[in-house]
C-alpha cells in the first residue's frame, strides 16, 4: 500500500458547465488529471453519495433515493472509509447532514450547521488539526453553500411548476452564478491551506461534485432531483497525487469509478468476501492509456406534482458520449437524443426506429434489474 493520505473535497450541486469555464478550475488543469464528463448515479446528494463512497449503483446497494439511506446494504458493500479505516487511517468526514453518506468506516462523523457556520474556516482548520497528528488521514470536506443557498432562495419560494421562476432565467444565471462564486472562493482558500501544510507531497487530493442543479432548463424541475438530464447528471472530477503527469480526459466515465481509482492509487485490494463492484478503476486512463467506455446509469424520483419525492426511482437512464435513453416509468415514457447535436436534449427522438433505441432500452434493463 501506498503512504497516501485522501483528501475529498465536494462541491455540492456543482454544474459541470460552470465548473468547466471557471477560472479556479482552468488554473488546476495544469496540476490535475481533469476529467471533463463524469456522470452521476443520481442527481441528488444521498444517493449520489453513497454510490460514489461505494462504487458500486443504488439499485444494487439499497440507496436509491431520498428515503434509503438507512437501507444501504453494510453487509455486502464496503465503503472507501472502510477500507481506509482498516489499513489504519484516521477517518474524518465534515458535512451538513448526517444522512448524506455511509457513516460506517468513519472514526469521526462531524455535523455542521449549513445557515451559519463559516465552511472555509471550519475546513481550513480541520485540515490543520488532523495534519498535526502526524498519521495517515482520509478527510472528507462537504461544500454545501451552493445547496444552501438554492434552499433558501429557491426551493423555499417556488414549487416545480412556478411559471415565475421559468420566466426569469437570467435571474436564476444570476443567483447561481454568485453561489457558485462562493464555491471557487473556497476551494481557493482550501488549496491554499494545502500547500502550506505541504500536503500535496503525501496526498491524493480529489475536487469532485455530486450532481448538478438546474437554473430553469426544463419546466417540472427548479433545482434538481426530478428528471435525468444532462445539467443535473454532468459533473467532473480533479485528482492528484504525487508524480502524477497532468493530463485532460474528455471521455464519459461514472462517478462510482472514483472508489476503484482511489484504491488502485493506493495498492489496495478490492474486498472479495463483499460484493462486486459497478464501477472500475480509471488509472488507464490518468496514465494515458486507452480504455473502452462504459454505459452511465441513473435514476431519481420524480416528484411530480406531490411536494416529496416518491420512496422509489421513477425516472432511469442510461448514457453514452453520444446517446442519452430515458425512461419514465411514472407515465411509461421514453426519451431519446443524440447528445453531439442536441446537448440541451430538446429533441426526442424516440420512436424513430433508430437502431440504438434497442440497444439501449436492453442496456437500460440489464442495469436496472440487475443482470
Known amino acids: ?20 469555464k471557471s477560472e479556479m478550475i482552468r488554473k488546476l488543469r495544469s ?16 444517493a449520489s453519495m453513497h454510490a460514489i463512497f461505494s462504487g458500486c449503483y443504488g ?32 477517518t474524518c468526514a465534515d458535512v451538513h447532514s448526517d444522512i448524506v453518506s455511509p ?26 488539526e488532523i495534519s498535526n497528528e502526524r498519521k495517515k488521514f482520509f478527510v472528507y470536506l462537504h461544500y454545501s453553500k451552493i445547496h444552501t443557498g438554492i434552499k433558501n432562495e429557491v426551493l423555499k419560494k417556488y414549487t416545480n411548476f412556478s411559471e415565475d421562476y421559468y420566466k426569469n432565467l437570467k435571474l436564476n444565471e444570476e443567483r447561481y452564478e454568485r453561489l457558485f462564486h462562493e464555491s471557487e472562493n473556497y476551494l481557493n482558500k482550501i488549496l491554499e491551506t494545502i500547500c502550506s501544510l505541504e500536503l500535496e507531497k503525501n496526498s491524493i487530493i480529489l475536487i469532485m461534485s455530486d450532481h448538478g442543479i438546474s ?93 416529496r419525492p416518491p420512496r422509489e426511482p421513477n425516472t432511469m437512464s442510461v448514457r453514452t458520449s453520444k446517446w442519452k435513453f430515458i425512461h419514465n416509468v411514472h407515465n411509461n415514457t421514453k426519451e431519446l437524443y443524440d447528445l453531439e447535436n442536441d446537448p440541451s436534449e430538446t429533441k426526442n427522438l424516440f420512436g424513430t426506429n433508430l437502431d440504438i433505441e434497442n440497444y439501449l432500452w436492453e442496456k437500460l434493463e440489464n442495469i436496472r434489474n440487475n443482470f
Open 215 to 307: 437554473i430553469g432548463e426544463k419546466m417540472g424541475e427548479i433545482a434538481y432531483g426530478a428528471f435525468c438530464y444532462d445539467y443535473t447528471l454532468k459533473t467532473l472530477s480533479l485528482i492528484k497525487f504525487p508524480e502524477i503527469t497532468p493530463i485532460q480526459i474528455n471521455q464519459q466515465i461514472r462517478s462510482i469509478d472514483m472508489m476503484p481509482t482511489i484504491l488502485d492509487i493506493l495498492d489496495i485490494q478490492v474486498d472479495k468476501q463483499f460484493d462486486e463492484l459497478d464501477g472500475r478503476t480509471l488509472m488507464p486512463l490518468i496514465l494515458g492509456n486507452n480504455m473502452d467506455e462504459e454505459i452511465a446509469y441513473s435514476e431519481t424520483g420524480n416528484p411530480l406534482n406531490e411536494k
Open 103 to 128: 457513516k460506517q468506516g468513519f472514526n469521526q462523523f462531524r455535523i455542521y450547521d449549513e445557515e451559519t457556520v463559516d465552511i472555509t474556516t471550519r475546513h481550513c482548520d480541520l485540515l490543520n
Open 59 to 90: 439499485n444494487r446497494t439499497g440507496t436509491n433515493s431520498y428515503w434509503s439511506t438507512f437501507k444501504f446494504k453494510k453487509n455486502k458493500f464496503k465503503t472507501l472509509a472502510e477500507y481506509l479505516h482498516e489499513l489504519g487511517f484516521k
Open 1 to 20: 500500500m501506498k503512504d497516501l493520505n485522501l483528501i475529498l473535497i465536494l462541491i455540492d450541486s456543482g454544474r459541470q458547465d460552470y465548473m468547466i
Open 31 to 46: 496540476k490535475f488529471s481533469f476529467f471533463t464528463n463524469v456522470i452521476t448515479y443520481a442527481p441528488h446528494t444521498i
